[in-house]
């Protein structure tokens, strides 16, 4: 047996070129085919490419692989292996059989027996637990006999419960004739194989590796170690290649300052590296550049700024299955099984491949209105919490049409999801059904591999079925009954493994690669911009859980927090040292405002310099600031235009144009805010359930009573129907309290309400709506409609018109309706007058009623400035009002933006207002 050969390549060119150069040598030399070996999948292709194109020979015929795949390519081992998600079933079968004690020892809380998804995260945490033990020839025994046999750490208990749980684990594999692949290529060295048969091994750059692969290579007889260092540096590495650690974290090389920037967010990273670029001045091809991603969160911007600049953003690692459409449909319909929520319908039938097919299938059933808007109606109408047995429709216009509609679509929905109810049943036993969903919605389409969109359904599609065979075959002793929510969680955790491969650039489109830290090294590009250089992301983090935390994990030798830096530092300066041109881009903040911290690599350097790196990482690029949120900033509000004057004004409509002119331009085109965010009754959906209420008690036997409690019962009575019939029996929670809220407002109006009646009012009319209430403007006639909530009449023939108030705002309706230096803000209540003028008479009393939440706040507020005059002036403004919209839509002018309420962020983008904006919201109905 001899030493591995290291080969110092040097880092002062392109680590590949390097390579290729020496094993064309080794291949005019004679030597015997060679297994390459490289850390990354993007390597191995790249390295493939290169061979291709360097010719004939065996050197084009190289076998290369990564270096986590040399096991399995040089061991045979001596059962079939068990797949990860048969592995994962065995563990969970394994843990499930622990004694009580045993288990508790594991978890505080160990998982209830039908909490399928607490004990599949268990099972997956001690299979990849047992995989990190493996990979360096130890097991969960190797620990509790190793640091933990003094007992220190005082986890021993834990560990015996593991090593237990794999005597479990193993025998479930061997009575289904299969084995660990870690313990099987561990049987396989230990008898010899692999040894000696077998190509020559070149490692590539290959800068760490686990136990089992370095026992595997230390007994072979040819093998070499490519090391892309100047030989003068062989101290920091092993035998091998890989690096020794402490060299590395002793060196006092530093990156130079002028390659590290910071920018404040992902954005600002983003646009950071476009101009780094720019800079370049053209020195550079796309293809010629790479950009490495350290934090995933920066690609979307990455790929939104080169979209500007038409550049294609090629992601070396693809896309994960997970963001496919099957993959979220599957997903969603996943935890509409498990949830039974109203919002998870809401979102799986938002899904686009689902509605066509709904559409498709239920045809004039469904309607013509978009499934999105349907759902954003009924939501905003009902706040369902849980899906609707009975699909509710109210009084109101369009109500019954989604309620019928939606009734439709759930039927459908509930053809395409039948199989996939019914009790619980073996993993296996769902995969049938499964696939048969998707074949449903699926099936019928026809695929174009020319097209992007149906390349990557096709791929996901086919990985998704790959996952379903794989799931058939779990052997039935490793299985056990799961819901349909929880197997479609195992399916798609199972198909996530493998990425969709990013599509390859068209012909003669630029295109540049994203690409993560660790295919950097070995990447050709001469240009390299990282963004994501910061603490956490780089270094990253090693992957420690409760059961494995760092102390442990150097003390057993598995890799730790040190040698992840002094890899990563070496990492850096050979990247840094082999192209043209190399900057680190860091962030201050992530995209939701999390501070973050310049990484370790940028600081470490020679002695005195930390002050110095510390304030260069602290001092982020400048950049144009942003209005801020609460920022006026000028709308360049447009015209709104194709408009004609409305014929019908109602009061709401004249206040809202007293309000905002804008405002009131938009609800004139019809265009409103419609979706699904709210999780409570708002101001004005509390304010309609008020109104419905105090109609059903105003037109009941009640409403002339003088008994508080009379009045008080009749109230609760028409709260609890309206809440049924608008809510229903399963609401949200909030919409629950808020009905309780209104009940102790109701008590309270019980009180006064009762007081009135025995003052000698009697109720005459609820919701009453006039006719052909005409207003003349300049000779052309305009409509006043609207609903007056509720007209009264003294025993002595006085009449009173009233209008409910739920706000807390404490208003006087002499306040509410004009300003002191007497600008209108609204014309309710003398409208309301004008328009009850036939039924009551010239003598009024406009009043609001107003229901606010302490006994203070409940209570009649009138218009003490009412007279003729009064109503003569209203009047003028509201003709003043009609020829202003008049004139701005006849002549095409904008409207103004006056002091717009902005209840939603879209209204607040419109108006040009930030975050700040939101929450202001009506608080009361519309009357028109």
């Known amino acids: 047996m001899l030493p591995a050969r290291r080969v110092f390549l040097g880092w002062d060119r392109a680590p590949l070129e390097a390579a290729v150069e020496w094993l064309a040598g080794e291949d005019e030399r004679g030597a015997e085919r060679s297994l390459l070996a490289l850390p990354g999948a993007g390597a191995v292709r790249a390295l493939e490419e290169r061979l291709a194109a360097a010719g004939q020979g065996r050197l084009a015929e190289a076998e290369v692989v990564t270096v986590g795949h040399l096991p399995d390519r040089l061991l045979e081992l001596p059962a079939p292996a068990a797949s990860r998600l048969v592995r994962t079933r065995a563990w969970e079968r394994a843990l499930r059989q622990l004694p009580a004690e045993a288990i508790s020892a594991l978890v505080a809380h160990p998982p209830e027996d039908g909490e399928h998804r607490a004990w599949r995260g268990l099972a997956d945490t001690a299979r990849k637990v047992f995989g990190q033990l493996a990979a360096e020839c130890l097991d969960f025994a190797a620990v509790l006999d190793g640091p933990l046999a003094a007992g220190k750490r005082g986890e021993r208990g834990r560990w015996k419960a593991l090593v237990q749980a794999q005597g479990t684990y193993e025998h479930l594999l061997a009575r289904a004739d299969l084995c660990d692949p870690h313990l099987g290529r561990l049987a396989a060295l230990a008898a010899g194989h692999g040894s000696t048969s077998g190509p020559a091994v070149v490692l590539v750059g290959v800068a760490e590796m686990g136990g089992l692969q370095r026992r595997l290579l230390e007994g072979r007889v040819a093998v070499s170690a490519l090391i892309f260092a100047p030989e003068e540096l062989e101290d920091g590495f092993d035998a091998l290649g890989c690096v020794r650690p402490q060299p590395w974290l002793e060196r006092e090389w530093a990156l130079p300052l002028e390659r590290w920037q910071v920018a404040e967010g992902p954005d600002a990273q983003a646009r950071l590296a476009m101009d780094v670029i720019a800079r370049w001045e053209g020195r550079f091809s796309p293809e010629e550049i790479t950009i490495g991603v350290a934090d995933d969160e920066i690609v979307p911007f990455l790929e939104g700024r080169l979209a500007e600049e038409a550049v294609f953003a090629r992601p070396a690692a693809g896309m994960p299955i997970r963001h496919t459409a099957p993959a979220r449909l599957l997903e969603a319909t996943g935890t509409v099984l498990a949830s039974g929520r109203y919002e998870d319908l809401a979102c799986l039938l938002r899904h686009p491949d689902l509605e066509r097919r709904l559409v498709a299938a239920l045809g004039e059933q469904a309607g013509s209105t978009p499934l999105a808007e349907l759902l954003d109606r009924y939501h905003a109408e009902h706040l369902p919490g849980e899906i609707p047995a009975r699909w509710l429709a109210t009084g109101e216009r369009g109500s019954a049409e989604v309620a019928s509609a939606l009734a439709s679509v759930a039927r459908g929905l509930d053809h395409l999801m039948g199989p996939l109810t019914g009790a619980a049943r073996p993993l296996a036993a769902w995969a049938e059904p499964l696939r048969a969903f998707l074949d449903q919605v699926y099936g019928a389409r026809s695929l174009d591999p020319a097209e992007e969109c149906d390349r990557r359904l096709a791929v996901a599609l086919a990985s998704l079925g790959r996952a379903l065979e794989r799931a058939e075959g779990v052997p039935r002793d490793l299985d056990g009954d799961l819901p349909a929510a929880e197997a479609v969680a195992v399916v798609l955790a199972e198909a996530g493994g493998t990425p969709l491969p990013a599509r390859p650039p068209a012909a003669g489109e630029p295109a540049i690669e994203l690409a993560g830290w660790l295919e950097l090294p070995l990447d050709q590009a001469p240009a390299l911009v990282l963004c994501g250089f910061n603490e956490g992301r780089l270094p990253a983090a090693v992957e420690t859980d409760g059961w494995l935390p760092d102390g442990l994990r150097s ?234 909530d509720r007209i009264d009449r003294h025993v002595d023939g006085r009449w009173a018109v009233l209008d409910y108030k739920t706000g807390e705002k404490g208003v006087t309706a002499d306040g509410e309706h004009r300003k002191k230096d007497g600008r209108w803000l609204s014309l309710q209540l003398p409208l309301y007058a004008l328009m009850a003028r036939d039924l009551v008479g010239e003598e009024v009393e406009p009043a609001f009623f107003q229901l606010g939440s302490t006994e203070r706040s409940v209570k009649l507020s009138r218009l003490a400035s009412w007279s003729a005059e009064y109503l003569a002036e209203a009047l003028d403004q509201a003709r003043d009002i009609v020829r202003e919209v008049r004139a701005l839509l006849a002549g095409g002018a904008p409207f103004p933006e006056g002091e717009a309420r902005l209840g939603d962020p879209i209204r607040c983008a419109v108006f040009g207002r930030g975050l700040i904006g939101a929450g202001e919201g009506d608080d009361e109905e519309d009357d028109g």
């Not at 040698?563 to 992530?590: H, K, N």
């Not at 919409?735 to 809220?741: F, G, T």
């Open 555 to 788: 003390e057993l030798g598995l890799p730790d927090d040190a040698r992840r830096l002094a890899r990563d530092r070496y990492l850096l300066e050979a990247i840094v040292r082999s192209r043209a041109e190399a900057l680190f881009i860091g962030g201050r903040r992530s995209a939701s405002g999390e501070a973050l911290l310049p990484s370790r690599l940028a600081l470490a350097g020679a002695a005195g310099e930390l002050t110095a790196r510390l304030r260069h990482g602290l001092r982020a690029v400048e950049e144009p600031r942003p209005a801020v949120a609460f920022e006026r900033v000028d709308t360049g509000l447009a015209a709104v235009r194709g408009l004609a004057p409305p014929e019908r004004w109602s009061a709401s409509s004249f206040a809202r144009y007293l309000r905002s002119p804008y405002e009131f331009a938009l609800h004139l085109a019809g265009l409103e805010t419609l979706d699904d965010r709210a999780r409570e009754l708002d101001p004005l959906g509390f304010g309609i359930a008020a109104h419905e209420v105090l109609q059903r008690f105003g037109v009941g036997e009640a409403a002339r009573s003088t008994d508080p409690r009379e009045v008080r019962a009749a109230c609760r009575e028409a709260l609890e129907a309206v809440f049924d019939q608008r809510f229903g029996p399963r609401p949200q929670a909030a919409v629950l309290l808020q009905r309780r809220q209104l009940a102790w407002r109701l008590d309270l109006f019980a009180e006064v309400q009762a007081r009135r009646a025995a003052e000698g009012w009697r109720i005459e009319h609820c919701e009453w709506s006039p006719q052909d209430v005409i207003l003349d403007v300049d000779g052309e006639p305009v409509e006043l409609v609207g609903r007056i």
